[in-house]
């Protein structure tokens, strides 16, 4: 499986931004594909995830913020972001999760930066 996300760039705070992550394979056959962020200095984390049945899970901290959705027909995951904050500042990644012992599959990363 072979990921692209795009959509990032720079924002002011309060801003939004909607991140795209297109796969090269239906995603109803993928078991999760998840939304992980990785800022200067820190690991990576989760921020959520939408399964081959199309529900989603966030981390409790951005579930207000943070929404994730998708469009079947264009193998394509969304993160869309709203009232950004600098603390958001982070490079964004998508991961396919294929279950069933597969490795995980990684796109290449967006860059996300809010300015204050």
């Known amino acids: 499986v072979q990921l692209q996300a795009s959509g990032g760039g720079l924002v002011q705070a309060g801003g939004s931004l909607r991140l795209s992550c297109v796969a090269s394979?239906?995603?109803?056959?993928?078991?999760?594909i998840r939304w992980y962020r990785q800022a200067p200095g820190k690991e990576r984390e989760l921020v959520g995830g939408i399964n081959d049945g199309g529900r989603t899970n966030y981390v409790d901290s951005l579930m207000l913020r943070f929404a994730i959705s998708r469009d079947v027909r264009k193998n394509t995951v969304y993160l869309q972001m709203n009232n950004l904050k600098p603390e958001d500042t982070a490079v964004y990644f998508c991961n396919a999760d294929l279950g069933g012992g597969h490795p995980d599959y990684w796109g290449q990363g967006t860059q996300v930066t809010v300015s204050s």
């Open positions: 394979e239906n995603i109803v056959s993928i078991k999760a």
